[in-house]
């Protein structure tokens, strides 16, 4: 008896021992220097080393701080191992197999929750994405809008995108897209230069673009503004209503007509939302159809909106942003066409027809006087 008490603990200090050196080797292994240029953090953390630098500085008075001196993870380990799983969309036991990580997955799924939800954080997000709040601020972005695209008066395009999540528990009809999919429905604004000026990420993938829009307080605020008088446009497709301060195309133009130099003129501003979304998703290939997140919706929310962070980040700082191969590409416009179709392509008939002809008016002004522009 006496003879195997000894063997236990012998064994059980072998085993202390393995474990502690196990733990070390971990922290000597994340404490080691991998990259020497900024490319290869670009090409695993989709920011330089430099902005990786002023993030954590952003961002350590939200962390969590180690209640153990010397056996807790940094706030710089933290960050990389949610840039890491953000850009490339594995499951977190790979991340935390990751030499430069090197964690546990429980350990990652801890450090992608905290990280993550600091990134939500107001003061984050009012830092990186910014809704123009002032006549000045407008103004800037009207201009570059105009020098770019040669329409007057637009702030911002707006489109939305789908993020496929597993099934949840409850409330699944909201999510639901078809072929048993089911997905957030993630409604952006973009300004000229493809950065992200507002994000919402609250709808179920069932809900029409039109509604998220009639719903949101940006629609409100428009709304505020053309009542006092200022001339100022959003720019979207056929999915949302005509208004006065949201302009849409002009179904059926006839080529050489005013209606049809508008819709290219139109076309070609508005596929700035959609190259941000293409650049978004290549960035943060954890957002991409066939990824799938498995989070709860309120948490798929979350990182949908830390990944716009990260991505005007790199955008401001003219950093590329990885493009999506014809495969991932398909996926996503078949998914878009599938939920569409689910979420209903047909507008909701609680739109009032005095607003539809308001706008419908607001256009034809508006097209009139592009097409006497045209040539100056």
């Known amino acids: 008896m006496a003879r195997l008490f000894v063997l236990l603990s012998l064994l059980e200090e072998a085993n202390s021992l393995d474990l502690y050196n196990s733990r070390r080797q971990a922290q000597q292994i994340r404490a080691m220097r991998l990259f020497n240029r900024n490319k290869d953090y670009v090409n695993v953390y989709r920011l330089s080393e430099e902005l990786i630098n002023q993030l954590e500085e952003d961002i350590k008075f939200f962390i969590r701080k180690p209640q153990r001196r010397h056996r807790g993870l940094s706030v710089r380990i933290k960050?990389?191992?949610?840039?890491?799983?953000?850009?490339?969309?594995?499951?977190?036991?790979?991340?935390?197999?990751?030499?430069?990580?090197?964690?546990?997955?429980?350990?990652?799924?801890?450090?992608?929750?905290?990280?993550?939800?600091?990134?939500?954080?107001?003061?984050?997000?009012?830092?990186?994405?910014?809704?123009?709040?002032?006549?000045?601020?407008?103004?800037?972005?009207?201009?570059r809008f105009y020098e770019k695209f040669k329409i007057p008066g637009v702030i911002g395009c707006v489109d939305g995108t789908f993020v496929t999540i597993v099934r949840p528990t409850e409330n699944e009809e909201r999510y639901y897209c078809r072929k048993g999919n089911h997905a957030r429905n993630v409604q952006l604004y973009t300004d000229a230069d493809l950065n992200i000026i507002h994000v919402d990420a609250t709808y179920g993938g069932a809900t029409h673009d039109s509604f998220i829009f009639n719903n949101s307080d940006i629609k409100n605020h428009l709304e505020e503004l053309v009542g006092a008088g200022e001339t100022v446009y959003l720019l979207g497709d056929s999915g949302y209503a005509q208004r006065s301060y949201l302009m849409t195309p002009i179904p059926n133009a006839v080529e050489g007509t005013p209606e049809e130099y508008y819709n290219k003129l139109h076309a070609t501003a508005r596929n700035t939302v959609e190259r941000t979304i293409d650049r978004l998703k290549g960035r943060f290939r954890c957002l991409l159809v066939h990824r799938v997140l498995h989070y709860h919706p309120d948490t798929v929310g979350k990182i949908v909106i830390a990944c716009c962070v990260l991505h005007n980040i790199c955008n401001r700082a003219g950093l590329p942003a990885p493009t999506l191969d014809s495969h991932d590409e398909e996926e996503e416009a078949n998914f878009r066409a599938i939920a569409r179709v689910s979420a209903g392509r047909q507008l909701p008939l609680t739109h009032s027809q005095s607003e539809l002809t308001i706008g419908q008016s607001s256009r034809d002004m508006l097209v009139n006087q592009l097409w006497r522009s045209r040539r100056e």
């Not at 949610?82 to 197999?97: C, D, E, K, N, V």
């Not at 002032?134 to 201009?143: F, G, S, T």
């Open 79 to 143: 960050l990389l191992c949610t840039l890491s799983f953000l850009a490339s969309g594995s499951y977190q036991r790979i991340i935390g197999q990751n030499i430069n990580t090197f964690l546990s997955q429980p350990t990652a799924s801890r450090c992608i929750c905290e990280v993550v939800e600091t990134l939500n954080h107001p003061t984050i997000i009012s830092k990186y994405i910014k809704f123009p709040q002032n006549a000045e601020e407008r103004l800037a972005l009207k201009e």
